[in-house]
């Protein structure tokens, strides 16, 4: 099973940036379309973003658009999370997993073929 691996987070300032990583240590990304996750603490996970497979396309959460941005970068093997404009309610754990599918009008890749990984921690505190 595909094992992604996440890292980046860290304690940011409301209005500040950060960017997330994600890769695989074992497979390649890059036939796979990837999505990043959020979980807030006490929510259930949530998609934010999703970057296709032939990165043609990208989809957006509503509460994240403008503000945050995904990326591949093939040669490295690795799908980005750029947060900008960061608010205290982006506070949470975030995950990567690969899929198949970036369904238009939400932030989640369907169906999930990667197991999930440990995730980083986001806080956005002044």
């Known amino acids: 099973q595909l094992a992604l691996v996440e890292s980046g987070g860290g304690l940011v300032h409301p209005g500040g940036s950060l960017r997330l990583s994600c890769t695989a240590s074992?497979?390649?990304?890059?036939?796979?379309?990837v999505g990043w996750f959020w979980q807030g603490p006490g929510k259930e996970r949530e998609g934010v973003s999703c970057?296709?497979?032939?990165?043609?396309?990208?989809t957006y959460a509503d509460s994240v658009k403008g503000r945050f941005t995904i990326s591949r970068d093939r040669a490295k093997n690795s799908v980005y999370l750029q947060i900008d404009n960061a608010k205290p309610e982006d506070t949470g754990v975030y995950y990567c997993?690969?899929?198949?599918?970036?369904?238009?009008?939400?932030?989640?890749?369907?169906?999930?073929?990667?197991?999930w990984g440990r995730g980083t921690q986001v806080t956005v505190s002044s």
């Open positions: 997993a690969a899929g198949r599918l970036c369904p238009a009008g939400s932030g989640r890749v369907t169906p999930l073929i990667s197991d």
């Open positions: 074992r497979s390649t990304l890059n036939i796979y379309s």
């Open positions: 970057i296709s497979i032939s990165d043609e396309y990208t």
